[in-house]
């Protein structure tokens, strides 16, 4: 897999009118072929906010035919902005991407027209916008956590095998080299015996724990309708925080106000609604367990015990503390994996204990983090991607770069042409040939992995997963949040 060259650069910009011309053809996608003269049909659901990003990463390279978005001011602002990456690359600007605000609609009119679909809507949208795509026979990257049920992520992951094409999660850390090098080392004795993981987020920042709705008018710019979409029909509504809210609920939600969010779920809030988003697990999960996840042999906990505070039926809690249990492997014992994340309410940042190898003041500044725990020496990784993960004690990560150099640990994890760039290394898989690194056979168990988190979280007490079954066997009533209670006609 190569990444574009700076002569492909060049052919793109000689060749951007002729691609604009020819902008809403069909492409062809033969896999092990040159990229350079292919440039895919991409529709992007959920233009705005992140999709806005996920777009820069491929629009230059690649024909946006299609921006979907509920939200006609959010719709603009993501056309806008899809303009400014050519006028700020010097290029010519092509023909606007079609507009859309429901997804089935663009289907229905122009699938013909479209060779791969990136979907970037809240949680709860991934598995209907992305099933469609998959129905219609289209390759999808799909943000993350994959869906916000178990029960969808395997289901979505089912589709794409039979559908046959590639798929990828958006979640970066997977493209990055960092987590492979922490695999390297860890793999081959760099810390001794790998003991324990512990993993942490300050996350949520935005308004979690019990909440209570209020009902204004819905914004005119808003389709409530569609952003529903699988979702209960239920009036527009936005939060209000209780009195005796947790502190960092209180803070969320002014600093909300300080950036003139809504108060409404959208934007962004979404995230601490059980029924659209997945908390602060859900949203970070996918990023700070991923090195994890590949580290352990892609394995499935059987166990994971929890503690948070309060959690209701509609919110996710303001913090968190889950020990995930994992049977032993011929790699690595039996360990727990343990996640903390949020504010204590004495505004305390709910972290893990500090492995004393590890320098205080650089544990401190860690507002989201992993320490690896091995009988030698830690992996430490300050941030949620492992994009740089160092070694403590710092002797013992002196002698690793020795052993790095000598050759005696060795490369052995194949390296991305697109780190930080699941969507360029996907859709260049396309056109190319090659494996997506977090293609749906890797992303699925991943999301699964997190998720069982948040079945603890809302059932309140530990759980056993038979993962075979997909069942939680010593809580009956956790097998309640395995699936969406009910899907709204039309949209599945
Ligand atoms: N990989 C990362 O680092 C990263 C970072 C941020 C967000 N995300 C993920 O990206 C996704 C979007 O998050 P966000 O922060 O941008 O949320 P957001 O609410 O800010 O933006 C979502 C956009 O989707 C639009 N939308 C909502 N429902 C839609 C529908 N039915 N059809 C079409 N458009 C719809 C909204 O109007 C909005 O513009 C989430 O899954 C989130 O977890 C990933």
Partial sequence: MTAPTVSRRRFLKQTAGLAAATAFGPNLLLRGADSASKRLNIAVIGANGKGQVDTGMVCLDHNIVALVDIDSERLEGATKAWAKKFTTAGLPVPQAPKGYADFRKMFDEMAKNIDAVIVSTPDHTHYPAAMWALKHGKPVCVQKPLCNTIWEIRDLHRAAKEAGV???????????????????????????????????????????????????????????????????????????????????TKLAAEEGKKRKRSSGPHPWNWRGWWQYGSGALGDMGCHIMDASFSILGQQIPVKIEVESSPVTLLNAPVWTRLKYHFAPTDKHPALIVSWHDGTLDDGTPNKPERDPRLPKEVFDKAHSGMMFIGTEGIVFEPDAYCKNPVIYSEERFADVKKEMESGKIKKTETRSAFPENPQGEWAHCITSGGTPSSNFDYAAP?????????????????????????????VEAANRFVKRAAYRKGWV
């Fill in 166 to 248: 590639l798929t990828q999660m958006g979640n970066q850390g997977r493209t990055m080299d960092g987590q492979r090098l922490a695999k390297e080392w860890i793999d081959q004795g760099a810390i001794g015996t790998l003991k324990e993981i512990r993993l942490w987020t300050d996350r949520p920042l935005w308004p979690q724990g019990p909440l209570t709705k209020t009902h204004p008018a819905c914004p005119p710019n808003v389709n409530w309708d569609l952003w529903l979409s699988t979702e209960a029909d239920e009036p527009y509504f936005e939060y209000a925080v209780p009195e005796n809210a947790a502190a960092q």
């Fill in 446 to 474: 991943l999301a699964e992995f997190v998720s069982l988190g948040n079945l603890a979280i809302r059932s309140g007490q530990a759980i056993e997963w038979d993962a075979k079954a997909a069942k939680v066997t010593n």
